[in-house]
């Protein structure tokens, strides 16, 4: 099976890249530079910030690395930034893993992209106690992500790589160590 296959039915939504614009910030950085995203042209730009049942695909060098959902207020600029500021903010291990394994992928020249698929809500009428309304419903972003890595996992036989939780796997050491240095720096600037 070609690798691509699987992106067929997924839409680019931009490239992952380093931004060249170091932040203001008075507290400690893992880094001086952030992450940035380049939207995709053909990605419609009302989407980036509509609130969508969504699922997102970290692609490196066109194959899936990260599986992931969400169903944020701010779309998939909500979802993209959460993962691109870490090391600026103070973010949960899981996006600072993936940040910091983004990064090493940029750094050994791989192209680095973003991919999802998503949902609108929908409105649906519902016989509510005191009559029928019209409610605005969105789709199980969960339910979504798992039919999507159950897809991935028969047509490969292994989760992606970079879901860790999934495969019941702990983040590598090294980043995990590096994750905690980094808890300690930032609590030290306070």
């Not at 090391?87 to 993936?98: A, K, L, S, W």
């Not at 698929?117 to 016989?127: D, I, Q």
């Not at 019941?168 to 300690?184: C, R």
Request: hydrophobic share 35%.
């Amino acid at each position: 099976m070609d690798k691509n296959d699987f992106l067929k039915g997924l839409n680019k939504i931009g490239e992952i890249t380093m931004s060249d614009v170091k932040p203001k910030t008075d507290r400690y950085s893992e880094y001086d530079f952030p992450l940035k995203i380049i939207w995709d042209g053909n990605f419609p730009k009302d989407l980036r910030t509509a609130e969508l049942a969504m699922v997102y695909f970290i692609i490196v060098n066109g194959f899936p690395y990260k599986i992931g959902r969400s169903s944020a207020k701010g779309g998939f600029n909500s979802m993209i930034t959460f993962y691109l500021k870490a090391g600026f903010d103070d973010p949960g291990q899981n996006r600072y893993v993936i940040n910091a394994l983004i990064r090493s992928e940029i750094k050994k020249g791989n192209k680095v992209e973003l991919y999802g698929v998503y949902e609108r809500p929908k409105k649906e009428k519902w016989n509510s106690p005191f009559g029928v309304v019209e409610i605005t419903q969105k789709k199980d972003d969960q339910e979504m992500e798992r039919v999507c890595i159950n897809e991935f996992l028969k047509r490969y036989g292994k989760h992606p790589i970079w879901n860790f939780q999934e495969k019941g796997e702990s983040v590598p050491t090294h980043l995990a160590e590096s994750f905690a240095k980094y808890k300690q720096q930032r609590i030290k600037k306070l």
